[in-house]
């Protein structure tokens, strides 16, 4: 069975610091891998995928993400945090050619000024 | 429409009574998906529809819980003699095709007194 784990429910940091969300999957077959974002009082929206090829994925306002394979992880990361960035970030995880897609439980990103 | 909608929007019933709710996908999007997301929860994935059909329905929780898509376009979630555990907000999201990204709906948020 699939599972996804977000460490870390809340994460605070600086405006135009590093921001760093993790993710770890477990997946018995070659994976799909997900960032989704949810804005206040918005519905959840793509921020970037893993299916196959390179395994760094950039994705929407500056945010990419590193597949790693041996440490089964899909870290989110952007270099300077923007205030626009606090929402709640959701890492997802899918078979290769499959449909059901499981998610975290939400890492919620709050950005000070 | 533009995107994913779903009605209603809020939805407040009493334990053991019946309801229905109701999501249009993205026009000519053929697969639909259902999740359910509890307060502080990632989506829970219930139910995959490829065109009309039930590619899978392994999330849903129970007998009570059953979807319809008749026409391969508008989804329909039922619920019957509904408990107070099945208070949350049900998602729908739509793709292009079956691995690609979900667009979702804002949800209807469900009350059951």
């Known amino acids: 069975a699939q599972s996804v784990t977000q460490l870390g429910s809340h994460v605070s940091v600086s405006e135009g610091a590093l921001v760093l969300l993790r993710c770890n999957y477990s997946?018995?077959?070659?994976?799909?891998l997900f960032w989704y974002v949810q804005y206040p009082n918005q519905g959840l929206q793509l921020l970037l995928k893993?299916?196959?090829?390179?395994?760094l994925v950039k994705g929407i306002n500056g945010f990419e993400a590193e597949f790693k394979k041996s440490e089964t992880s899909f870290h989110l990361t952007k270099p300077s945090a923007h205030m626009s960035d606090a929402a709640e970030y959701f890492c997802a995880v899918s078979e290769a050619g499959g449909f059901k897609t499981i998610f975290g439980a939400g890492t919620r990103l709050f950005v000070k000024a | 429409g533009a995107g994913v909608s779903q009605t209603p929007s809020n939805k407040v019933t009493e334990k053991g009574k019946y309801v229905e709710l109701r999501c249009d996908p993205i026009?000519?999007?053929?697969?639909l998906y259902w999740y359910r997301q509890s307060l502080g929860q990632g989506p829970e994935f219930l139910i995959y529809?490829?065109?009309?059909?039930?590619?899978?329905d392994s999330g849903l929780p129970n007998d009570r819980f059953f979807a319809v898509r008749p026409e391969g376009s508008v989804s329909t979630l039922k619920i019957q003699r509904t408990e107070r555990g099945d208070s949350a907000v049900y998602l729908c999201?739509?793709?292009?095709?079956?691995?690609?990204?979900?667009?979702f709906g804002p949800g209807t948020r469900l009350t059951v007194l």
């Open positions: 026009s000519g999007h053929t697969a």
């Open positions: 893993y299916t196959t090829g390179a395994t």
């Open positions: 999201a739509s793709s292009a095709q079956g691995v690609g990204e979900q667009f």
């Open positions: 529809f490829q065109g009309t059909g039930a590619a899978d």
């Open positions: 997946s018995s077959v070659p994976p799909y």
